[in-house]
Antibody, heavy 118, light 110 residues
Framework: EVQLVESGGGLVQPGGSLRLSCAASGFTFRNYWMSWVRQAPRKGPELVALINLDGIPTYYLDSVRGRFTISRDNAQNFLFLEMNSLGAEDTAVYYC???????????WGRGTLVTVSS | QSALTQPASVSGSPGQSITLSCTGT?????????VSWYQHHPGKAPKLMIYDVSNRPSGVSYRFSGSKSGNTASLTISGLQADDEADYYC??????????FGGGTKLTVL
């Protein structure tokens, strides 16, 4: 059974940092592109970052480029999102998602909530 | 404002068929057959219901079907059931941002 379990979210002050993790199991992790998708309150989801099989970041949302870094550990089956200089606009539930094909995601985690507030 | 436009809410009675729409542009839905639909019960993991416009993943009920015409994609749910009540999001591949999402439709089963 495919499982994606996010962790690392929480309450952080503006300007702070967080590192999100996603533990993957039930599939050959190294064979799939992976993504972080977020959904802010009362808004539609948006793709935050995308990483290819070899661990090369392929896409960042304009508003996070330079502040967020996506990475993966194919040996331990983990996906990460390092988030710096966080602002209120980054408040959202962050989901880890497995790419089926052409950024259509066949498995998602339950998400981890990131709240940026003083 | 989301890149793809979905109605905010749709409702139907058990047993009915309903169709959710998703309108994009010639840069996304109109150019690519990489349109997908997700069902999301709040607090749970989103679930892929349709990919490549009309393909159902293994385990997804035949009651769910997808189609596309021009810049608009559609998800039809037949024989509506109480458990179908959820938020539904559409997506499309786009070269500018890899994937764009709709704002979501809240389906209420009366």
């Amino acid at each position: 059974e495919v499982q994606l379990v996010e962790s690392g979210g929480g309450l952080v002050q503006p300007g702070g940092s967080l590192r999100l993790s996603c533990a993957a199991s039930g599939f050959t992790f190294r064979n799939y592109w992976m993504s972080w998708v977020r959904q802010a309150p009362r808004k539609g989801p948006e793709l935050v970052a995308l990483i290819n099989l070899d661990g090369i970041p392929t896409y960042y949302l304009d508003s996070v480029r330079g502040r967020f870094t996506i990475s993966r550990d194919n040996a331990q089956n983990f996906l990460f999102l390092e988030m710096n200089s966080l602002g209120a606009e980054d408040t959202a539930v962050y989901y880890c998602a497995k790419d089926l094909t052409w950024q259509q995601f066949d498995y998602w985690g339950r998400g981890t909530l990131v709240t940026v507030s003083s | 404002q989301s890149a793809l436009t979905q109605p905010a809410s749709v409702s139907g009675s058990p047993g009915q068929s309903i169709t959710l729409s998703c309108t994009g542009t010639s840069s996304d839905i109109g150019s690519y057959n990489f349109v997908s639909w997700y069902q999301h019960h709040p607090g749970k993991a989103p679930k892929l219901m349709i990919y490549d416009v009309s393909n159902r993943p293994s385990g997804v009920s035949y009651r769910f079907s997808g189609s596309k015409s021009g810049n608009t994609a559609s998800l039809t749910i037949s024989g509506l059931q109480a458990d179908d009540e959820a938020d539904y999001y559409c997506t499309s591949f786009t070269t500018s941002a890899y994937v764009v999402f709709g704002g979501g439709t809240k389906l209420t089963v009366l």
